[in-house]
């Protein structure tokens, strides 16, 4: 797609067998939002469903689960919005297998708005830049370095639901871990 594409997804599951990058300025849109559209690795292997790395990329309404890497990563702005993130286990997505999170935040730019981001493993949401606001982090759970709900190591967290999240690690398990901007 051509920049300032959007493009319509309709109901069902869709099998991703290669990462979808949002590498311009494209938008990804549900036409039923998360409740009717699932974005699901269709192949085993250690990729992202979604990367955004764009400032005008945006990605909405859709639930993206069972990825064994991060469901989405953004690095170069854009915006994820009315997503659900269920059933990620990100243990793939790091050298040791123990650490990793459904949706990984690391741009300046980046904002992940009104998703829900439950059931994961090992972390939920790691915010090292960027912005997650008015979401709800719930029931994510895992062992090793920096488990469970959300990890904010340089971004920020602004009126979000943060609970039920437990990590088994006891140096470092947590419903919420923060170095500022909490």
């Known amino acids: 797609a051509g920049e300032g594409v959007t493009v319509m997804v309709g109901d069902g599951e869709y099998p991703v067998s290669s990462v979808i990058m949002l590498d311009k300025d494209i938008t990804l849109v549900s036409t039923n939002?998360?409740?009717?559209?699932?974005?699901?690795?269709?192949?085993?292997?250690?990729?992202q469903l979604v990367n955004l790395s764009d400032p005008e990329a945006?990605?909405?309404?859709?639930?993206?689960?069972?990825?064994?890497?991060?469901?989405?990563?953004?690095?170069?702005?854009?915006?994820?919005?009315?997503?659900?993130?269920?059933?990620?286990?990100?243990?793939?997505?790091?050298?040791?297998?123990?650490?990793?999170s459904a949706i990984y935040v690391s741009g300046a730019g980046n904002l992940v708005t009104h998703c829900v981001i439950t059931n994961n493993q090992p972390l939920g949401v790691r915010v090292s830049s960027g912005t997650i606001r008015n979401s709800v982090i719930a029931n994510n759970s895992g062992t090793g370095a920096i488990t469970a709900g959300a990890c904010v190591d340089g971004g920020t967290m602004v009126h979000c639901t943060v609970y039920g999240n437990v990590g088994t690690d006891t140096d470092s398990g947590y419903g919420q871990y923060g170095v500022g901007g909490i």
Not at 69 to 92: H, L, P
């Open 33 to 47: 939002g998360p409740d009717k559209t699932t974005l699901l690795p269709g192949k085993a292997g250690n990729f």
């Open 58 to 100: 945006f990605l909405g309404g859709f639930t993206l689960r069972d990825s064994v890497s991060q469901a989405v990563g953004m690095a170069g702005g854009g915006t994820v919005s009315n997503c659900v993130f269920r059933g990620n286990s990100g243990k793939n997505n790091t050298p040791n297998g123990k650490g990793g």
